[in-house]
Structures are given as structure tokens and as C-alpha cells.
């Protein structure tokens, strides 16, 4: 599984959504979609344009952007 994280420094919604996959020993790529604007390009394609993060990609396919319940980041 290839499992990928856009996220920005500081967000508490990116913290807990590494803390999990840490925690279930799931292995991730993390990206900054803040500071390296080809990254942050690359996640609004896949977004369709939603900021929000972490936006989630697995195997290339978005899966959502936010954390928690109800999502939020």
C-alpha cells in the first residue's frame, strides 16, 4: 500500500492523523503542502482544490482531506 499525507506545519489535524498510522505501524510519505508549492499543487489536483489538510492518498486515490469526526483540519 502506498499511503500519502499533505499536511502543513503546526496542524494539530495532521499531528493526530501521523499519530495513528504511527500507532498502527502504517508506513506513509509526508509531503508539505505549505511550504513546497509543486507538492501543494499536486495535492489540489487530486483535492480538486480543497486546501484542507491532511488530505489522504492511497494507492492514487484521494481519500479526504481533514481529521477526526467529524473531519476537520
Known amino acids: ?26 508506513a506513509y510519505t509526508e509531503y508539505d503542502a505549505q511550504n513546497d508549492k509543486e507538492r501543494q499543487n499536486e495535492m489540489l489536483k487530486f483535492t480538486d482544490g480543497d486546501l484542507v489538510v491532511p488530505a489522504i492518498v492511497e494507492n492514487g ?9 467529524p473531519r476537520r483540519g
Open 1 to 26: 500500500m502506498s499511503l500519502v499525507l499533505y499536511t502543513k506545519p503546526g496542524c494539530p489535524y495532521c499531528r493526530k492523523a501521523m499519530d495513528f498510522y504511527d500507532a498502527e505501524g502504517i
Open 61 to 69: 486515490v484521494y481519500v479526504g482531506s481533514g481529521w477526526g469526526t
